[in-house]
């Protein structure tokens, strides 16, 4: 069993900047294929950023391109979301999802293909 906790979120005012990190209880990341969705109030869960376990491959929504940026730190065993111009836009509740994965360069961008999942944490961004 993977448990995840999310760290970082708080209210930032637009044009600002928050780092969210994901750890895990008692594993590693390696094997683990990692991303970071939101949910907006009244809106579905979104796919916002994948990493696979080896960090060499991501991939990012459009919304966000350019903005965000996910990264893993193997030192603290960690998943990490930099996010930075914030829009009013970006409020959400940010979770992070983990998937064991047998391809290092595997990555996923839809929820279904994630088994693991954190508790979340919002983020606000202030107009």
């Known amino acids: 069993q993977v448990q995840l906790v999310e760290s970082g979120g708080g209210l930032v005012q637009a044009g600002g900047s928050l780092r969210l990190s994901c750890a895990t209880s008692g594993r590693t990341f390696n094997s683990y294929a990692t991303g970071w969705f939101r949910r907006a109030p009244g809106k579905e869960r979104e796919f916002v950023a994948a990493i696979s376990w080896s960090g060499g491959n991501t991939d990012y929504a459009d919304s966000v391109k350019g903005r965000f940026t996910i990264s893993r730190d193997s030192a603290k065993n960690t998943v990490n979301l930099q996010m930075n111009s914030l829009k009013s836009e970006d409020t959400a509740v940010y979770y992070c999802?983990?998937?064991?994965?047998?391809?290092?360069?595997?990555?996923?961008?839809?929820?279904?293909?994630?088994?693991?999942w954190g508790q979340g944490t919002q983020v606000t961004v202030s107009s």
């Open positions: 999802a983990a998937v064991l994965t047998y391809y290092s360069g595997s990555y996923y961008n839809t929820d279904h293909d994630y088994d693991y």
